[in-house]
């Protein structure tokens, strides 16, 4: 499984990004891809994730109503759209997969064996 995430640049807070998690090297149906993020100094943190398959898709508290997570199948690539972009929003945001992880462990970073490269998103004032 190899994992490539784009999309990130500078932007002005209120701004938009789309970063994209491009997927590649088996069929991913029973997958779970999630999307986290970490500033420096900080922890890394989950973002959002969803069912390759579709279905569910969560969110941190943090982005709720500003982030969406989409999906084209077709292209084997993941989305994750952020509007009303914050300074505190910047960070090097990652996509992860994991085979059959259940809803329940989707925010646990640590559960994800498949990670992207990350892509840098920064947000000024």
């Known amino acids: 499984v190899q994992l490539q995430a784009s999309g990130g640049g500078l932007v002005q807070a209120g701004g938009s990004l789309r970063l994209s998690c491009a997927a590649s090297?088996?069929?991913?149906?029973?997958?779970?891809i999630g999307w986290f993020r970490q500033a420096p100094g900080k922890e890394r943190e989950f973002v959002a994730a969803?069912?390759?398959?579709?279905?569910?898709?969560i969110y941190a508290d943090s982005v709720k109503g500003r982030f969406t997570i989409s999906r084209d199948n077709a292209k084997n690539t993941v989305f994750l759209q952020m509007n009303s972009l914050k300074p505190e929003d910047t960070a090097v945001y990652y996509c992860a997969a994991e085979r059959g992880l259940i809803l329940g462990y989707w925010r646990d970073s640590s559960q994800y064996d498949y990670w992207g490269q990350g892509t840098q998103v920064t947000v000024s004032s």
């Open positions: 090297g088996r069929a991913f149906n029973s997958y779970a």
């Open positions: 969803t069912r390759w398959s579709g279905g569910s898709t």
